[in-house]
């Protein structure tokens, strides 16, 4: 008998595609091969992928090879050489996660230690419910409404959905060669065919399946390694496979949502799907696939459905849980909330209330800057029906209305008078508000089944929009009717995606202008109506002034745009980090091309998700942007912070943030911007937490830091949360007599401030020492000094007992404040 020692140094471990690379090699020698993993003490024979997978071999697992029989020296030559020349290099490089492209974890999520998975969140919020899986399969169930079977017909029906199934494997198309191959070779495996024709006693063939899915996942499920456990997922793609060829027909459950639900889906939920699901119970979506350009992305987005995506191993975590917490704007799906994470979601609903209500009474202005220009804060649709809701948030009008909605999901193009009644709605519904609809944005990366375009390399820069309208006259011609003909309703802007060319525009004008004609000649009543186009190419920036003689407008779709100036697709892992809007050569572009629109006449906005940005706002003022549309939920939010500029200044930060190097430059000048457009006092009484049950030190820093973002003293609760615990990290600052005073100092905080939490009872703070009043400094980090003095003052008086009596028996929170600005002299 040889011995080969080893240690796994896979990423992901020892999964299907490694195992297979071993089998195949172990099979080509008649001696045993046992493959042993010394540190979880299982083995597995070496020619058996699913064994392999159940031996639970995982990165850093110290493993061996035991090799006994007339070839085992060969066998052993083989298995050495390949541990040394190919086995780190046999299988796929981990794929890129989310979570480099995501903002950290709160800490007080991290302290909390949920099971969770991380995702990239791409229709941000938070939601809660039970997890639903769409187009799960319960094949236990499905056995008992099917009629039951001897063995020996059990017998041949599973040997030919086996081969039917492989079969289908063998010859499944391109584009996942090595995944389609791993999975065959599970198919192949003789554990596996043992397996499923083990089960003589079942009533049928499909309860047979059954029963091998829970076979064959046992082991898997038992790993320390989650990657491990998410292979379970091919064990039931595998049997899912082998039950719908044996019945004949796709294998579906019905979904209905009944109480609030996280609805999960492996691969890409369908718009068509979404709009089914749509109901006040769903609460988010988990799905495996899809990118942040997606229609069902952009439908979340409208909404307000939060939406996670790029999580591919979810089923493990997921099908085990009885309640979800999905917070898209972390990229967190959190199953199972333990108690330290209903605090943390309780505190964060009351939190996002609390600025909700702050925010309220601008729903129903217009506002202006400090210095008195007006901005349109508008809103982006994809469906009729939305409108209404999106003039409840305090929309000023619609700056963009996605058409496309109203083409996919079906088999054929909706006709010219479907088409009318939907754009008329709206215009009825905006009663003389600014209301721009967009031509159908489709093609390319974006099909519809009834056009059937043609697959494409790079679609992105190919057969889309514009450039197919010569093509499909006939539903580019019923689209422009209906949108002339609903201009009779009221003002309409009509607007085209990506054009590139001054010939595209020329075209565009006569069309309209010629439809237009024709339209009066059967005398159907036109009303006013204005011709544009989405800036999305950069090559626009060059066209606007000849533009102007065929167009009236023009809108900056900063989503493609940036993509197409920065050669970057947002939704690969591998580039995302690119894309960037705040990078100082595109914030350069979109000033050069708000200046030559309005230089050549032409009216211009923004309808991109740069507007909803708050951070950006000044820099948009900056470049002379006056309409702006985003999603719904940022319209009071984004009006709050325009009434605080002021266009001067917010030009100079503009030429500022151009001359940086960085986009986290550029953030940087903006934060401090932001600090400089108001003052406020570093104590005040809304700083101050009187008398609260608090169960953890996390608890009290998020009350307190969440606060800061409440009374807009801090960029986000979170990042100062973050900044308190890093420097709770260099040692606790419990102070003695029950008194904690937390601080930090960091570019996140816009104002300097001092709260006060006063607790009901003691709380422990770490090394042994319980306190009942946290004093919490949150300083700029350009006023370290100033932190450093009143760090020095405030613990001196706290060695006083009468001063610590005095914050701890008032009840009068102006009478704190006044105790604390004098002795600290503030």
């Known amino acids: 008998m040889l011995i080969l020692d080893f240690i796994c140094t896979l990423p992901n471990g020892i999964h299907a595609r490694p195992a297979s690379e071993i089998e195949q090699r172990a099979q080509s020698f008649s001696a045993a091969i046992t493959l042993i993993n010394l540190s979880k003490k299982t083995q597995a024979n070496a020619k058996s992928v699913l064994g392999m997978i159940g031996a639970d071999i995982t990165h850093g697992d110290q493993c061996q090879f035991l090799i006994e029989g007339e070839d085992q020296q060969a066998a052993f030559e083989r298995l050495q050489a390949f541990l040394r020349d190919e086995f780190a290099g046999c299988d796929e490089p981990m794929e890129l996660s989310a979570d480099t492209h995501i903002q950290p974890l709160p800490v007080f999520i991290e302290h909390a230690r949920p099971n969770h998975l991380r995702g990239n969140g791409v229709s941000k919020g938070i939601g809660r419910g039970v997890p639903v899986h769409i187009d799960s399969v319960d094949l236990q169930v499905l056995s008992q409404e099917e009629p039951a079977t001897d063995a020996t017909r059990q017998q041949q029906q599973l040997r030919d959905a086996w081969e039917l199934t492989q079969e289908t494997l063998c010859h499944a198309g391109t584009g996942a060669e090595q995944v389609l191959a791993a999975q065959l070779k599970l198919l192949s495996d003789p554990v596996f065919k043992t397996c499923l024709l083990s089960h003589t006693t079942a009533r049928n063939a499909l309860q047979a399946i059954a029963l091998t899915v829970q076979e064959l996942s046992h082991p898997l499920l038992k790993s320390s390694s989650q990657y491990l456990r998410e292979r379970v997922i091919d064990i039931r793609d595998l049997c899912q496979s082998i039950a719908a060829n044996l019945l004949g027909r796709p294998l579906e459950t019905q979904l209905a949502l009944t109480c609030d639900s996280i609805v999960i889906c492996n691969g890409t939920l369908t718009p068509g799907q979404f709009l089914r699901l749509r109901n006040p119970h769903l609460k988010g979506i988990v799905m495996g696939d899809g990118g942040e350009t997606s229609h069902t992305v952009i439908l979340a987005r409208s909404f307000g459905i939060p939406l996670l995506c790029g999580v591919t191993q979810s089923d493990a975590l997921t099908r085990s849980a009885n309640m979800l917490i999905l917070d898209s704007r972390y990229g967190l799906l959190v199953a199972n909330p333990n108690e330290a994470m209903e605090s943390w979601y309780r505190l964060e609903s009351a939190k996002q209330q609390a600025i909700a209500q702050r925010s309220a009474p ?8 400090a210095d008195g220009t007006r901005i349109s804060v508008l809103a982006n649709i994809a469906l009729a029906v939305e409108a209404q809701s999106v003039f409840a948030h305090g929309a000023d009008g619609v700056g963009l209305f996605r058409t496309e909605m109203l083409f996919c999901e079906r088999s054929e193009a909706p006709d010219e008078e479907e088409q009318y009644q939907a754009y008329s709605d709206v215009l009825r519904c905006a009663a003389g508000k600014k209301i721009t609809i967009r031509t159908l944005d489709i093609g390319g990366d974006k099909p519809c089944s009834f056009l059937d375009l043609p697959a494409e390399e790079n679609p992105f820069l190919g057969y889309r929009a514009v450039r197919m309208y010569p093509q499909f006259h006939d539903i580019f011609t019923t689209q422009a ?21 001054l010939a595209e525009i020329q075209w565009l004008h006569g069309q309209f202008q010629h439809i237009a004609q024709t339209l009066q000649q059967e005398d159907i009543p036109v009303g006013e109506w204005h011709l544009g186009i989405m800036v999305e190419v950069p090559s626009t920036l060059y066209l ?18 940036a993509q197409y100036f920065l050669a970057c697709d947002r939704g690969n892992p591998y580039v995302r980090h690119l894309y960037d809007y705040r990078n100082p050569t595109f914030l ?19 309808c991109g998700e740069m507007a909803a940005d708050r951070q950006m706002l000044p820099l948009l003022i900056g470049m002379g942007l006056t309409e702006l549309s985003m999603a719904a939920g940022a319209i009071t939010l984004c009006k709050e912070v325009l009434t605080s500029l002021n266009v001067g200044q917010c030009q100079q930060l503009l030429e500022t943030a151009i001359g940086c190097e960085s986009g986290e430059q550029v953030l940087e000048h903006v934060e401090q911007f932001i600090r400089s457009q108001s003052q406020k006092p570093v104590l005040a009484q809304e700083l101050l937490l009187l008398d609260k049950e608090v169960a953890s030190k996390e608890e009290a ?43 930090c100092k960091s570019a996140h905080v816009l104002h300097s401030s001092i709260s006060v939490l006063r607790l009901k009872s003691p709380l422990s703070w770490g090394e042994g020492v319980d306190v009942k009043l946290v004093i919490m400094l949150a300083v700029n980090e350009q006023e370290q000094e100033n932190h450093m003095k009143i760090f020095s003052r405030l613990a001196r008086k706290l060695m006083h007992s009468d001063f610590r009596d005095q914050l701890q028996m008032q009840s009068d929170s102006a009478a704190i404040t006044d105790l604390l600005a004098a002795e600290l002299a503030l």
């Open 588 to 606: 350069a572009l979109m000033r050069d091309i708000t200046q030559r629109a309005q230089a050549a006449g032409l009216a211009i906005s923004l």
């Open 544 to 561: 606007l002034e000849k533009a102007a003689n065929y167009l009236d407008f023009v809108s900056i779709g900063s989503n493609d745009l």
């Open 701 to 743: 820093i998020k009350l307190l830091t969440d606060n800061l973002e409440v009374q807009q003293r801090v960029v986000s609760g979170a990042l100062a949360e973050r900044a308190i615990w890093d420097r709770e990290a260099v040692f606790s600052t419990a102070l003695g007599f029950c008194v904690a005073i937390p601080h």
């Open 362 to 369: 601008l729903r129903e202005q217009q506002v202006s800057t």
């Open 481 to 501: 009717r209906a949108l002339l003909r609903a201009s009779a309703v009221g003002p309409l802007n009509i607007m085209v995606p990506m054009v590139a060319t």
